[in-house]
């Protein structure tokens, strides 16, 4: 079964940086548009960031535009969110996903294909 995982979270101070990862088990994924969501205790999952199969366009939320960086290398089937500037109202479990459609999909229900998350904590 096609897999998304993670990694890269911790614990950081306002201010610093983190770089997260995710990994797919299938090259299947390379031609997928990949996302990053975040869920803060009692909070829906949000959109943070999205990037298209080939890498040529990116997309942000407003909340983290300027901050936040997301890439992607399809020859390791890796994607990344490269997280700068962090704020205590960062922290949250962050996922990685894979939406088979091109629509600049924001909505988690649109996404196919879901990792396990990994927390982000940002102390003030």
């Known amino acids: 079964q096609a897999q998304l995982v993670e990694s890269g979270g911790g614990l950081v101070q306002a201010g610093g940086s983190l770089r997260l990862s995710c990994a797919a088990s299938?090259?299947?994924?390379?031609?997928?548009?990949m996302g990053w969501f975040r869920q803060a205790p009692g909070k829906e999952r949000e959109f943070v960031a999205r990037i298209s199969w080939s890498g040529g366009t990116t997309y942000y939320a407003d909340s983290v535009k300027g901050r936040f960086t997301i890439s992607r290398d399809n020859a390791k089937n890796t994607v990344y969110l490269q997280m700068n500037s962090l704020k205590p109202e960062d922290t949250a479990v962050y996922y990685c996903?894979?939406?088979?459609?091109?629509?600049?999909?924001?909505?988690?229900?649109?996404?196919?294909?879901w990792g396990q998350g990994t927390q982000v904590t940002v102390s003030s």
């Open positions: 299938e090259r299947t994924f390379s031609s997928y548009a």
């Open positions: 996903a894979a939406d088979k459609s091109t629509v600049r999909h924001t909505a988690a229900k649109s996404y196919d294909y």
